[in-house]
C-alpha cells in the first residue's frame, strides 16, 4: 500500500471513531440518567445516606463500583473500533478486581470469624441480584446499539464489554440504596449481578454485532 493510500484511509477512519465515541457517551449519559431516574423512583437512596457516606465501607462501595464503571466504559469506547489494542485497558480491569481483594481481606482480619457468614449474605442478597440487571437495562441497550453502528473485530467481547460497562453503571446507583456495605457482600453479591448482565451482553453481542 502506498503511503498516500495509507494516510487516506487513517483520515477516513479517524471520522468514525470520533462519531463513535460521541454516539457512545450520549448512549452512556442517557442510559446513566434513565437507570438513576428507575432507581429514584422505584426504592430511591438509602435514607441515612448523608451520614452513612461517611463512613469507610460505604465510601469504598461507592468507590469501587465508579472505578469499574470508568475502566469498563473506557474500554466499550474502545472495542467497537477495529484494529484497536485491547490489551493495556484489559489489564486496567485488573485494577478493580485488587482493590475489592485488599478490601476483602481487611475486611476478614478486622471482623471476628463468626461475623463473616453474616457480613457476607446481607440483607438484600436477593434484591441486588435483582435490581442491578434492571438498572443496566437502559445503558446496555444504548451501548449494543452504538456498537452495532461500529465495526468490533469480536462481537462477543464487545457485548461483554458493554454489558460489564452496564452492569458496573448500575452497580454504582445501587450503591445509593443498598444497605449492605461490608465488601464480603460487596465481592459475592453485586460481582455476581456484574457478572450475570455481561454475560447477556457477550450473548447478545455474539449474534446482535456481527457484521
Known amino acids: 500500500m502506498k503511503t498516500n493510500d495509507l494516510i487516506s484511509l487513517l483520515a477516513e477512519d479517524a471520522p468514525v471513531g470520533m462519531r463513535l465515541g460521541r454516539m457512545l457517551a450520549l448512549a452512556l449519559v442517557a442510559g446513566g440518567v434513565v437507570s438513576a431516574l428507575v432507581l429514584l423512583s422505584t426504592v430511591g437512596v438509602r435514607p441515612n445516606l448523608a451520614t452513612a457516606i461517611e463512613t469507610a465501607r460505604v465510601l469504598f462501595k461507592i468507590g469501587f463500583t465508579l472505578v469499574l464503571a470508568i475502566v469498563a466504559c473506557r474500554f466499550v469506547f474502545l472495542v467497537g473500533q477495529p484494529g484497536r489494542s485491547l490489551k493495556a485497558r484489559g489489564f486496567q480491569l485488573a485494577v478493580p478486581g485488587l482493590l475489592l481483594a485488599i478490601a476483602v481481606v481487611s475486611e476478614l482480619l478486622v471482623l471476628p470469624s463468626q461475623a463473616w457468614t453474616a457480613s457476607l449474605i446481607g440483607r438484600n442478597a436477593g434484591f441486588c441480584l435483582f435490581f442491578i440487571p434492571v438498572l443496566s437495562l437502559a445503558p446496555l441497550a444504548g451501548f449494543l446499539i452504538v456498537l452495532r453502528n461500529g465495526a468490533p473485530d469480536n ?57
Open 155 to 211: 462481537p462477543g467481547l464487545a457485548g461483554a464489554s458493554a454489558g460489564l460497562a452496564a452492569g458496573a453503571i448500575a452497580a454504582l446507583l445501587y450503591a445509593f440504596h443498598c444497605p449492605d456495605d461490608s465488601p464480603l457482600f460487596l465481592s459475592v453479591w453485586y460481582s455476581i449481578a456484574v457478572l450475570l448482565v455481561t454475560a447477556v451482553g457477550y450473548f447478545v453481542g455474539r449474534r446482535w454485532l456481527r457484521w
